[in-house]
């Protein structure tokens, strides 16, 4: 597999820890934008030592005003299929947050997995399409903690490229609720890849304040 070039302004804004605090694990979330990806992102790694790759802060680094083209984002793509495989080889438990709509975008993801020895653990997050666009406007006000300009627009566009996984090992639902059943599922994975919950549904919660 050919391994795209990493610019050093992307290992720049990635402020990784200097040693990995292993052992190695890929954690993938998948949704469209404004499901609740990031926050349940920010809600693991608040717990736990994993380093998140998100397309969106990655995306800034490449492209300060990006246009979310095709071309844009397949380098986005590459360019963080390049940094999982170096920090899984290196051992950092990582979590990538990012849309991963399509089937093959996500084999890669496993093909990275499985070159570098590493468990894989694949998170479809979702919600009503009215709640994400609630969000997706407050975002739009600035009033998100994260990194994506992905709006309504955007939301829609990529609407139409969904291939929605056959299988996953956690589906999330942004729904009143609270968090700390999806997180204990993932924390589960991180502490020794166990599959025993491996295709559940849970609740992620997401009040009006908290906007992913």
Known sequence: MKVAPVPHRVWDVLQLPPQPAGPA???????LPGTGKSHLAAAVAA????VIIRTDTVRKALAPQPTYSPVESGRVYRTCHAVLRILLTKGYP?????TNLTAPGRR???CIARATGVP???????????????????????????DSDADWSVYRAMQATVERPQRTDLVVASTPGTLGE????????????????????VALLNSPQQVA
């Open 182 to 201: 999806a997180v204990a599922t993932i924390m589960g994975f991180l502490d020794g890849g166990r599959a025993e919950n491996r295709g559940k549904r």
């Open 108 to 110: 890669t993801l496993r």
């Open 47 to 50: 717990q736990r030592a994993v």
């Open 94 to 98: 990582t979590l990538f947050d990012a």
């Open 25 to 31: 694990v890929l954690v993938v979330l998948a949704g």
């Open 120 to 146: 894989y653990f694949l998170v479809w997050v979702e919600a009503a399409p009215a709640l994400v666009r609630e969000r997706l406007l407050r975002r739009g006000r600035g009033m998100s903690a994260y």
